[in-house]
């Protein structure tokens, strides 16, 4: 991401002109990175974000409700007791530097004082630091006169810039002409090693414009220009960067690069939110799985200790039988098996301390211990199997999930499950996931996304509307909106493809997907999430699609 000097240049023009004379009236730090303000603009209400983590530290307007933690941290309460209320006077950027100042007008009841936050975005340097007449009142990230830093940065003590870069300012044309004196091998590493403000991704878009015997003046231009195209760029159909302008026609524009890079952070954050979220359930299902196979495997383990149970009272009949032929001191007795058709003999071992009738008796009661271990483990194995039947539906979904919306409600059900120790009153209450909705010749077709949205989708439809299943997999429930009509052999065709896509077997070639009226759909007493049973119901065999043109709410 080219957030250097010159890209940061134009983002703190942009917000200049949009946050000037803006009233802060909410301050949070969601993460310890991560800043965020609510300012009142005098039009509406927007959110400006200051990352400062390591790996995208930017500042930009972002979307969405920011969720603050019950206790703020300490350079929060800060920020809160010298800016709440405070009105932005001005918004720029140091020189050729990668860092953002924000003036304010902060009004207490006794004095009216000007403030000055400084956002540096400098990878893994990041800070904020505010100031007071230059003199340091506060930092995200402090240093202590022990340690051994080349800034000073803590209460009390003033404020003084990073060390300057020995590298040529872009708007010194002679001096960028001495520099350029001896370009070789790759020319954007060059320029980004040498010029100022430069990182290698905007070098490389000049060199892309220019060519590689690009000039001191056409830097000049394209840096200090002022000319921009704010646009994203896309690999492989995702957002892969913002840029001010790009060399790229398949980018796309925006009206500014506060706007772009709104649109490409928007997209970083979902991603990065799914796939943490998605990990998390994914950590926590397969632990879950895996402690139920390992408790079937002990089931297993002890049932196959049972499979003789029945040739051990066996033993004990034909010990009763020949009681008078049987002799205490005995270690064993050859008795004929009167069950074996082909009238065989059976060895018996005996305990010679026992009498014959006692020998019986064990090998009775060593039945009875059996046969109750049997009954109460077969039991067992029953409920581990049902267990673990919907442990798999879950990760199905899971697999199935493509955005964090699908994992809300999956999140919950693991929760609900002591999967995932969050306590669900930290939580801010979300609102329920709608279903996916897809729209085919008039009709309307609804797929649910977990469990727990397979139940809800169930009830909300009515008794001849078309409910749909993968045959033999965890699946989506799908319903097709029939309003008592018949649903024509197109609708329901697509209707099957989107339920065999998000099935688990969507890999396969074909997958057959069972569908009837729902009112030929039971959900049994105490069943788990998602598990139905059905009847009347016909096949068909279709080719796994999701059919995003039919897509009306993802």
């Not at 994203?232 to 026609?249: I, L």
């Not at 009272?313 to 005995?330: C, F, H, P, S, W």
Request: aromatic share 8%.
């Amino acid at each position: 991401m080219p957030q250097d000097a010159y890209t940061i240049g134009f983002i703190a023009d942009e917000l200049q002109g949009l946050l000037k004379g803006g009233k802060i009236s909410k301050i949070a730090q969601p993460e310890k990175d991560l800043l965020a303000f609510i300012i009142y603009t005098g039009k509406s209400s927007v959110k400006l974000e200051i990352c400062l983590s390591a790996k995208g530290c930017r500042i930009n307007i972002a979307d969405g409700e920011t969720v603050a933690p019950k206790t703020a941290p300490a350079f929060c309460m800060l920020l809160r007791k010298y800016l709440q209320n405070a009105q932005i006077v001005s918004v720029g950027q140091i020189d050729c530097e990668r860092i953002v100042y924000i003036d304010f007008l902060c009004t207490s009841e006794f004095e009216r004082t000007q403030m000055r936050l400084y956002a540096e975005l400098m990878g893994k340097y990041s800070n904020a630091v505010l100031t007071k007449d230059g003199i340091i009142t506060g930092a995200l990230k402090t240093t202590a006169l022990t340690d051994s830093a080349k800034r000073i940065l803590f209460n009390g003590a003033r404020y003084a810039l990073p060390e300057k870069q020995d590298k040529t300012a872009p708007g010194n044309v002679e001096a960028l002409k001495k520099t350029l004196e001896n370009i070789s091998g790759d020319a954007a590493a060059y320029i980004a090693d040498r010029v100022l403000g430069i990182s290698y991704a905007t070098a490389l878009d000049i060199v892309e414009t220019y060519g590689e015997k690009v000039s001191a003046e056409e830097i000049n231009s394209y840096i200090c220009g002022g000319l921009r195209a704010p646009c994203v760029v896309f690999t492989n159909g995702e957002p892969s960067d913002f840029k001010v302008r790009s060399a790229d026609k398949n980018a796309l524009g925006f009206n500014s690069v506060t706007e772009a890079q709104t649109y490409y952070y928007a997209y970083v954050t979902a991603k990065r939110e799914f796939t943490d979220s998605k990990r998390k359930c994914e950590a926590a299902l397969s632990s879950a799985i895996k402690k139920c196979e390992k408790r079937l495997a002990n089931i297993q383990a002890r049932l196959h200790d049972c499979r003789d149970m029945e040739t051990v009272r066996l033993k004990g009949e034909l010990i009763t039988a020949n009681i008078y032929a049987v002799k205490k001191g005995d270690e064993f007795y050859e008795a004929y098996n009167y069950y074996d058709e082909a009238g065989g003999k059976i060895k018996i071992a005996l305990d010679k301390t026992l009498s014959p009738a006692d020998n019986a008796q064990k090998y009775f009661k060593r039945y009875a211990k059996l046969k109750r271990t049997f009954t109460a483990v077969s039991e067992q194995k029953k409920d581990e199997e049902n267990a673990l039947n919907y442990l798999e539906s879950i990760r199905a979904h899971l697999n199935a999930a493509e955005n964090t919306g699908d994992l809300k409600e999956t999140e919950d059900e693991l929760r609900l499950l002591n999967l995932i120790k969050t306590p669900a009153a930290d939580r801010k209450k979300d609102k329920t996931t709608p279903f996916r909705e897809y729209e085919k010749d008039g009709y309307k077709i609804i797929a649910g996304r977990n469990n727990i949205s397979n139940d809800r989708l169930l009830k909300s439809i009515s008794a001849d509307d078309l409910w749909l299943h993968a045959q033999g997999y965890h699946s989506s429930h799908v319903a097709v909106l029939s309003n008592g009509k018949a649903v024509p052999d197109a609708v329901l065709s697509a209707a099957a493809e989107i339920c065999a896509y998000y099935s688990a077997g969507r890999g396969a070639s074909k997958v057959a997907v069972d569908c009837c009226a729902r009112r030929l759909v039971k959900k049994p007493p105490k069943a788990n999430a998602g598990f139905v049973i059905y009847s009347g119901y016909s096949t068909v065999l279709v080719k796994p699609d999701a059919h995003t043109e039919l897509l009306r709410l993802n």
